[in-house]
């Protein structure tokens, strides 16, 4: 992978996955390193809490780099337990990569295949056939999130099903329509939805996965319930008993 910076030159390679993961903590107002005497690993904490908050912890050998390359610097007097900060400089590196990653969600969203503007016009602006309205509701869900996920997910669960937020986003989608195939860009887009607000755009492969957990949640609370899947033609949720009611349909 082509990386989009390197911190100046002046973190060494093996280090730079390490330092990319540690830099949006300290980047977060009131955390902090913890280096020292007593500690043998680097402590990244959260000091606005009552009492201080693990929330990660690095080699002091990361401590030292992060330190060199001017990424961090000291706060306070020193002690035992030295403490340190994002610097300017640290702090400029932060948020020039949230820029880059935030422009990359958004021309990721775009390649998923989310309706364009000047599509969403012309479908407005032409008869709302079902294939229309279900491209409206992707690009609503991606942008707004389902107004409806708590309560059915609630329902499931009394059903023997509690999801996760990925696994009810791809329970909503097949159920819009039950017996009907979902492709698998619609199903990708469905579980990309609820991510994106978060700045999160999930990898492909991770709808497999999730199927997998769905099926296997069903099975284990006997649901009539089978979830279809025909590689490149997408996936079907099948209702095997005759007059079961699917969670925010009845």
Known sequence: MTRAHNYGGMVPAEYLEEVD????????PGVMLLTGQGLARALVVQTEAP????IAKTSTDVAGVLLAAALIEPFGKPGEVLRFVISEHGRAFQEAAAARAARRRQ?????????????????????????????????FEAVAGSDQG??????????????S??????????SRAPGKRVDPEALYRAFAAHRIGAGDLPDRGLVRMVLRR???KIAAAGLPIVI???????????????????????
């Open 107 to 139: 021309v990721e969203a775009e390649r998923a295949g989310y309706p364009s503007l000047s599509e969403i016009r012309r479908i407005l602006g032409g008869p709302l056939d079902e294939a229309a309205r279900e491209r409206l509701l992707e690009f």
């Open 214 to 216: 769905i099926r296997d």
């Open 51 to 54: 009492a201080l908050v693990q």
């Open 21 to 28: 993961r540690l830099l949006p903590h300290l980047a977060t």
């Open 228 to 250: 279809d899947t025909r590689p490149g033609c997408g996936s079907a949720l099948i209702l095997t008993a005759p007059g079961f009611s699917l969670p925010g349909q009845a």
């Open 150 to 163: 708590g309560a059915v997910a609630q329902e499931w669960a009394d059903l023997g099903c509690t999801f």
């Open 165 to 174: 937020g990925d696994e009810l986003a791809l329970v909503l989608r097949l």
